[in-house]
């Protein structure tokens, strides 16, 4: 099982419309979660931490959930500038170690 | 908001030559990384360095890698013979504190290697 896996997408999705992600870890030592977003050839920036009790910015709805070791991003009323791969983020072990997924892809349609 | 600075924005370099990319973390972090990604593929862990020494490593970082902090401000990588394959962006994050869940990365714009 790998590491960190997440769909590829690439996700087509219209604008106004919700999408949502799973990405899922295979070390059930894990204990910090995020999401990033990346733009085409630009440096990650980060979009959420992900706390066990689910949290909410805005729009956006990240969810963990330790027993299946997936997280969930939840984008509400989507909108052309979410656009961007979504990087499923997770410390593997030991903290100093932090991984990425390949990331999912998510196209906006106007 | 304060920024991970990194330079060169793009190296080019022949096979076999040696480069070094240059990173200054966040004044206050104490905790630096080393990643790369390949045009299209993941962003990929190489390494991690804190209190002057490597914390952790990926299998991608062999003895062709080494990693520095000269002084109070500078964290550099450095290749020391290129192979084609080292081609990649690689990017430089700090992060202010371990231990603490969710102490989050903040990530330079990268350097772009390109090996001819």
């Known amino acids: 099982r790998k590491e960190v896996e997440q769909d590829p997408g690439p996700f087509n999705v219209p604008e106004g419309a919700t999408v949502a992600f799973n990405c899922t870890y295979s070390n059930s030592a894990s204990q910090s979660f995020f999401w990033y977003r990346q733009d085409c050839r630009k440096e990650p920036k980060l979009l959420m931490s992900?706390?066990?009790s689910g949290n909410e910015d805005g729009r956006f709805t990240a969810q963990l959930n330790r027993a299946s070791q997936y997280i969930s991003l939840l984008i509400r009323d989507s909108k052309l500038s979410d656009s961007a791969t979504y990087l499923c983020?997770?410390?593997?072990?030991?903290?100093?170690?932090?991984?990425f997924g390949k990331g999912t892809r998510l196209h906006i349609l106007p | 908001e304060p920024e991970v600075t990194q330079t060169p924005s793009h190296q080019v370099t022949q096979m076999g030559q040696e480069v070094i990319l240059r990173c200054v973390p966040i004044s206050n972090h104490l905790y630096f990384y080393w990643y790369r990604q390949i045009l299209g593929q993941k962003v990929e862990f190489l390494v991690s360095?804190?209190?002057?020494?490597?914390?952790?490593k990926s299998e991608i970082f062999d003895d062709q890698f080494s990693v520095e902090r000269p002084d109070g401000s500078n964290f550099t990588l450095k290749i020391r013979s290129t192979k084609l394959e080292d081609s990649a962006m690689y990017f430089c994050a700090s992060r202010a504190r371990q231990g603490i869940i969710n102490e989050k990365l903040f990530f330079g714009s990268g350097t772009q290697l390109s090996v001819l």
């Open positions: 992900v706390y066990s």
């Open positions: 360095f804190y209190n002057n020494e490597i914390s952790e």
């Open positions: 983020v997770v410390n593997w072990g030991r903290d100093d170690k932090i991984i």
